[in-house]
Nanobody, 124 residues
Framework: QVQLVESGGGLVQAGGSLRLSCAPS????????MGWFRQAPGKEREFVAA????????KYADSGKGRFTISRDNAKNTVYLQMDSLKPEDTAVYYC?????????????????WGQGTQVTVSS
């Protein structure tokens, strides 16, 4: 079973930046698409960004387009989410997830393994 570990969350002022990282424990990402999701209190988990195994295909939710960048370093077995120009409405727990897929899924149910999440809080 794949265990994913997120890091890089924290408290930042509006307009600031954070970079989240996600790495698996015990195995590689080989063949897996990777996604980032977030869940704010009282809301459903929502798609943020995803990237194909090769890194050649990326998708973003409208909320993050132009501000968030997903990338992966397969040599380091790590996926990143660079978040710039953060807004208070970006406050949530951010999760990374893996999907055994050639495409880039955007649905929660399309992902097989999930991390425990990392808190991102953006103050106004």
């Amino acid at each position: 079973q794949v265990q994913l570990v997120e890091s890089g969350g924290g408290l930042v002022q509006a307009g600031g930046s954070l970079r989240l990282s996600c790495a698996p424990s015990g195995r590689t990402f080989s063949g897996y698409a990777m996604g980032w999701f977030r869940q704010a209190p009282g809301k459903e988990r929502e798609f943020v960004a995803a990237i194909s195994w090769s890194g050649g295909i990326t998708k973003y939710a409208d909320s993050g387009k132009g501000r968030f960048t997903i990338s992966r370093d397969n040599a380091k077995n790590t996926v990143y989410l660079q978040m710039d120009s953060l807004k208070p409405e970006d406050t949530a727990v951010y999760y990374c997830a893996t999907a055994r897929a050639l495409t880039v899924p955007v649905g929660v149910r399309q992902y097989d393994y999930w991390g425990q999440g990392t808190q991102v809080t953006v103050s106004s």
